[in-house]
């Protein structure tokens, strides 16, 4: 059962999510940032760093995320989901967001096949350690669970 969450852990949440985009943009930023700027409005400024819009779309994306998450990956709305459906409209959801945000902000061309599969495979990749972390997470929780299960026993 999870315990009642309040304003400041969804806040939380979202600058979390927010601050490890952010890490992972720049870190790419200074990996291609140069080559990047002239195709992609997320790498203006090369390796010098991130516009402010750049920024306000990674803080917009990361509440997208933060809300699909608690729609999708918590109990508080949808409790009689399989778990692995859950997992599926929150992947799909975050797929559709990232494709509106290529689309509005001109994240890559829309006609370059090589950036869609690239964005496909970078998306797949971020998808498969995202589950493997969800399900570490999981485990060590049910491993503690099952801890405190068992003192209780005794």
Same mark, same amino acid.
């Given at each position: 059962?999870?315990?009642?969450?309040?304003?400041?852990?969804?806040?939380?949440?979202?600058?979390?999510?927010?601050?490890?985009?952010?890490?992972?943009?720049?870190?790419?930023?200074?990996?291609?940032?140069?080559?990047?700027?002239?195709?992609?409005?997320?790498?203006?400024?090369?390796?010098?760093?991130?516009?402010?819009?750049?920024? +306000?779309?990674?803080?917009?994306?990361? +509440?997208?995320?933060?809300?699909?998450?608690?729609?999708?990956?918590?109990?508080? +709305?949808?409790?009689?989901?399989?778990?692995?459906?859950?997992?599926?409209?929150?992947?799909?959801?975050?797929?559709?967001?990232?494709?509106?945000?290529?689309?509005?902000?001109?994240?890559?061309?829309?006609?370059?096949?090589?950036?869609?599969?690239?964005?496909?495979?970078?998306?797949?990749?971020?998808?498969?350690?995202?589950?493997? +972390?969800?399900?570490?997470?999981?485990?060590?929780?049910?491993?503690?669970?099952?801890?405190?299960?068992?003192?209780?026993?005794?």
């Amino acid at each position: 059962m999870e315990e009642k969450k309040n304003i400041f852990d969804y806040i939380r949440q979202l600058f979390t999510i927010f601050g490890v985009m952010v890490l992972i943009f720049v870190i790419f930023n200074l990996i291609v940032g140069d080559e990047a700027k002239s195709i992609s409005t997320l790498f203006t400024l090369g390796s010098q760093g991130l516009l402010s819009a750049t920024l +306000l779309q990674l803080l917009l994306m990361a +509440l997208i995320i933060t809300v699909a998450q608690n729609i999708f990956l918590t109990d508080i +709305l949808i409790k009689n989901l399989a778990l692995i459906v859950r997992n599926i409209l929150f992947f799909v959801t975050i797929m559709i967001a990232i494709t509106a945000f290529v689309i509005i902000f001109g994240w890559f061309p829309i006609d370059n096949a090589a950036a869609w599969i690239g964005f496909f495979i970078s998306f797949a990749v971020c998808t498969g350690v995202s589950a493997w +972390l969800m399900h570490l997470e999981e485990k060590a929780e049910n491993k503690k669970m099952q801890e405190a299960l068992n003192r209780l026993k005794k």
